[in-house]
């Protein structure tokens, strides 16, 4: 597959758009559960305890997506593993903290700072995605 193609870029752009609504409900699981890490006496988003173990599913599923980006990425520079390793080491290293990080949430100890560091992750990649959208303008 030729990665000037017309139906590679759709692909890459579909699959942006994609991780961006995954990682915005990702968002709304937080504000809408987690709201007690960020010291707040009542949920954000009042959404019933019945869909929690629907959102249970996104952080996986937002891996996926972030691993056919990332292989998306790597057709883009020519398959050349040096020159994808250089420009795209950060999304890399954030793809990997997901199933790295996503069990910590299991120890008790650990989840005041799991969270801040799974809430910075996927600001950092929504912030990433609407700047790919041409949300922040020059």
Known sequence: MNPN????????KLLDFSILLILIFILIDFLAYDYKY???EKPVIPISNEMKHYFEFLPWLLFIALVL???LKYLIVG????????????DILLTL????MYPLKIIKASIKSYKLIKTTKYSFKIVQKLKKFNFFKK
């Open 5 to 12: 193609s017309d139906i590679f870029i759709k692909s890459a």
């Open 38 to 40: 960020i010291h707040l």
């Open 69 to 71: 980006d990332l292989y």
């Open 79 to 90: 398959k050349n593993w040096d020159k994808f390793v250089k420009k795209y080491w950060l």
């Open 97 to 100: 903290l997901i199933p790295l």
